[in-house]
């Protein structure tokens, strides 16, 4: 795992004060001055983007609980699907919109105005807007596999939009691909970039080009299954692999917390630092890995007295008495990697794009390769980024059980089962798999909130600042939605 340090204090104090102190930011980050520099900027929405995808705070995060890895243990509002009592959809809008995308307009603004002489600096100048866009488009894919309809096209720009009209997600998806290809496009490999001011490829351009078509990738994976976009996302998905897509763990998008706070990972403040426990594991996966034998389980959990015990789904329990993602007093040995400080986050990698080309592959996209290879290549990497070995891969995928060839049901159950394991610690992609394969077999708890109708959320429902303050077109988009409901699927959730 790459070494990457983040000084966001440093980059967001350069131009006005010498203390390194990450903690004492003078700067208003939400609405910068025109002495930010964009590489600043840049990091601040990378360093936000990672914060939100990978913390698992109730207030801004609960994909690990609908995922079901993980079940609350006193305060159970977020498994029974209450999302309402915290504003939860408001704060994932928010950060992504004003935390990240405004940010990352602003960089655009600020490169756009940066004077080039040579070719040398015309190029750095290109690739930097090109590396922004891939993110603005990044950003865009979460807010609409979240919500579904969502500002885009009156988005950020309130002073002529104060109160912006919500876009159909088909066209949007449609326009992200051309804006994705537009920034590949321009993205060369032989200059440079932001250097040390990118937080997750330090600047190197090349992998920012197996980023953008890994995106792509997973764009065309996510939309396979809607009749308008299909012919769209065969063509892409096999445009990005021919192009180059992450091959390895080397070429993950990840970003490396420091030891110390406030930057270390997300999870450290909430599982060891906040002195709550408040998380154990759940039992829909801990069953199906102690069933499989999955070598897995000693890096995702702590046994207890030896055993790995996931606890009844959204129903109260004492964390002592079931296992955990870490246990802040008694974690030892291979069992701290959760509660690591320096703990990497991860946006997209190695093993998710193996899962995804074992689904090209039985979707008939020109990939190369066989649906079980891939299949078994992303299984064997996930196991080995944990902390397992090859042999023990090996020996995994060689049960009747595990192997492509008998496991048990279609593709997309034996895919989606294995994906949703190897998705652990990654809570929006095991819920988004799952949303689109309609697998592992999980249900809603019978305590569930009435507004969950029964079944296990597909989507978030609207912020309620915008059902407040943006009434008109937050009504439109409910109806064009198919109804502002948790149960409501998503435009490419046809199953």
Same mark, same amino acid.
């Given at each position: 795992?790459?070494?990457?340090?983040?000084?966001?204090?440093?980059?967001?104090?350069?131009?006005?004060?010498?203390?390194?102190?990450?903690?004492?930011?003078?700067?208003?980050?939400?609405?910068?001055?025109?002495?930010?520099?964009?590489?600043?900027?840049?990091?601040?929405?990378?360093?936000?983007?990672?914060?939100?995808?990978?913390?698992?705070?109730?207030?801004?995060?609960?994909?690990?609980?609908?995922?079901?890895?993980?079940?609350?243990?006193?305060?159970?509002?977020?498994?029974?699907?209450?999302?309402?009592?915290?504003?939860?959809?408001?704060?994932?809008?928010?950060?992504?919109?004003?935390?990240?995308?405004?940010? =990352? #307009?602003?960089?655009?603004?600020? +490169?756009? %105005?940066? &004077?080039?002489?040579?070719? /040398?600096?015309? !190029?750095?100048?290109?690739?930097?807007?090109?590396?922004?866009?891939?993110?603005?488009?990044?950003?865009?894919?979460?807010?609409?596999?979240?919500?579904?309809?969502?500002?885009?096209?009156?988005?950020?720009?309130?002073?002529?939009?104060?109160?912006?009209?919500?876009?159909?997600?088909?066209?949007?998806?449609?326009?992200?691909?051309?804006?994705?290809?537009?920034?590949?496009?321009?993205?060369?490999?032989?200059?440079?970039?932001?250097?040390?001011?990118?937080?997750?490829?330090?600047?190197?351009?090349?992998?920012?080009?197996?980023?953008?078509?890994? =995106? #792509?990738?997973?764009?065309?994976? +996510?939309? %396979?299954? &809607?009749?308008?976009?299909? /012919?769209?996302? !065969?063509?892409?998905?096999?445009?990005?692999?021919?192009?180059?897509?992450?091959?390895?763990?080397?070429?993950?998008?990840?970003?490396?917390?420091?030891?110390?706070?406030?930057?270390?990972?997300?999870?450290?403040?909430?599982?060891?630092?906040?002195?709550?426990?408040?998380?154990?594991?759940?039992?829909?996966?801990?069953?199906?890995?102690?069933?499989?034998?999955?070598?897995?389980?000693?890096?995702?959990?702590?046994?207890?007295?030896?055993?790995?015990?996931?606890?009844?789904?959204?129903?109260?329990?004492?964390?002592?008495?079931?296992?955990?993602?870490?246990?802040?007093?008694?974690?030892?040995?291979?069992?701290?990697?959760?509660?690591?400080?320096?703990?990497?986050?991860?946006?997209?990698?190695?093993?998710?794009?193996?899962?995804?080309?074992?689904?090209?592959?039985?979707?008939?996209?020109?990939?190369?390769?066989?649906?079980?290879?891939?299949?078994?290549?992303?299984?064997?990497?996930?196991?080995?980024?944990?902390?397992?070995?090859?042999?023990?891969?090996?020996?995994?995928?060689?049960?009747?059980?595990?192997?492509?060839?008998?496991?048990?049901?279609?593709?997309?159950?034996?895919?989606?089962?294995?994906?949703?394991?190897?998705?652990?610690?990654?809570?929006?992609?095991?819920?988004?798999?799952?949303?689109?394969?309609?697998?592992?077999?999980?249900?809603?708890?019978?305590?569930?909130?009435?507004?969950?109708?029964?079944?296990?959320?597909?989507?978030?429902?609207?912020?309620?600042?915008?059902?407040?303050?943006?009434?008109?077109?937050?009504?439109?988009?409910?109806?064009?939605?198919?109804?502002?409901?948790?149960?409501?699927?998503?435009?490419?959730?046809?199953?």
């Amino acid at each position: 795992m790459k070494k990457l340090i983040i000084f966001i204090g440093i980059l967001t104090l350069t131009w006005g004060c010498n203390d390194d102190s990450l903690t004492d930011l003078n700067v208003d980050t939400k609405n910068p001055s025109s002495g930010v520099p964009s590489g600043a900027l840049l990091g601040n929405a990378e360093k936000n983007l990672f914060d939100q995808m990978t913390n698992t705070n109730v207030n801004t995060n609960v994909f690990r609980l609908w995922a079901q890895h993980w079940t609350e243990t006193t305060y159970l509002d977020e498994s029974n699907y209450d999302i309402l009592q915290r504003n939860v959809p408001d704060s994932h809008w928010q950060i992504l919109y004003r935390d990240v995308l405004k940010d =990352l #307009k602003e960089a655009t603004k600020l +490169t756009t %105005a940066e &004077e080039t002489v040579t070719p /040398a600096e015309l !190029k750095v100048k290109t690739n930097k807007l090109a590396i922004i866009e891939v993110l603005n488009v990044y950003a865009y894919t979460i807010l609409v596999d979240t919500f579904g309809n969502i500002p885009y096209t009156e988005a950020l720009d309130p002073d002529a939009h104060p109160s912006p009209a919500y876009d159909d997600p088909k066209v949007i998806y449609a326009d992200l691909f051309k804006r994705l290809d537009a920034a590949l496009a321009k993205l060369d490999a032989s200059g440079k970039s932001f250097g040390a001011s990118d937080f997750i490829y330090e600047g190197d351009v090349a992998k920012w080009k197996k980023f953008a078509n890994s =995106l #792509k990738l997973r764009m065309a994976i +996510t939309v %396979a299954d &809607e009749p308008t976009l299909a /012919a769209t996302a !065969k063509t892409a998905a096999e445009q990005a692999v021919a192009a180059g897509i992450i091959t390895s763990t080397a070429d993950n998008a990840t970003l490396q917390y420091k030891s110390t706070q406030p930057n270390t990972n997300p999870l450290y403040e909430d599982l060891v630092t906040s002195g709550r426990y408040d998380f154990v594991a759940a039992s829909p996966l801990v069953t199906k890995m102690n069933t499989l034998n999955d070598p897995r389980r000693p890096y995702y959990y702590i046994p207890v007295g030896g055993v790995f015990i996931g606890a009844p789904y959204a129903q109260g329990v004492d964390f002592e008495s079931y296992s955990s993602a870490g246990d802040p007093a008694d974690a030892e040995g291979d069992h701290t990697v959760l509660l690591d400080p320096t703990l990497e986050g991860l946006l997209l990698d190695y093993t998710e794009m193996e899962f995804y080309l074992a689904e090209a592959v039985e979707r008939g996209f020109a990939v190369g390769g066989t649906a079980a290879q891939h299949y078994n290549n992303a299984i064997t990497s996930s196991i080995i980024y944990w902390g397992g070995t090859s042999a023990e891969a090996t020996a995994y995928l060689a049960q009747p059980t595990v192997a492509y060839a008998t496991a048990t049901g279609t593709w997309k159950q034996k895919i989606g089962e294995q994906a949703w394991i190897g998705f652990y610690n990654r809570g929006y992609e095991a819920w988004t798999s799952w949303r689109r394969l309609d697998f592992p077999a999980l249900t809603a708890p019978s305590s569930a909130v009435p507004a969950s109708e029964g079944q296990i959320p597909k989507r978030f429902t609207y912020p309620v600042l915008e059902q407040t303050l943006n009434k008109t077109n937050y009504a439109a988009a409910g109806t064009a939605v198919g109804g502002d409901k948790l149960k409501t699927k998503l435009f490419w959730d046809k199953f």
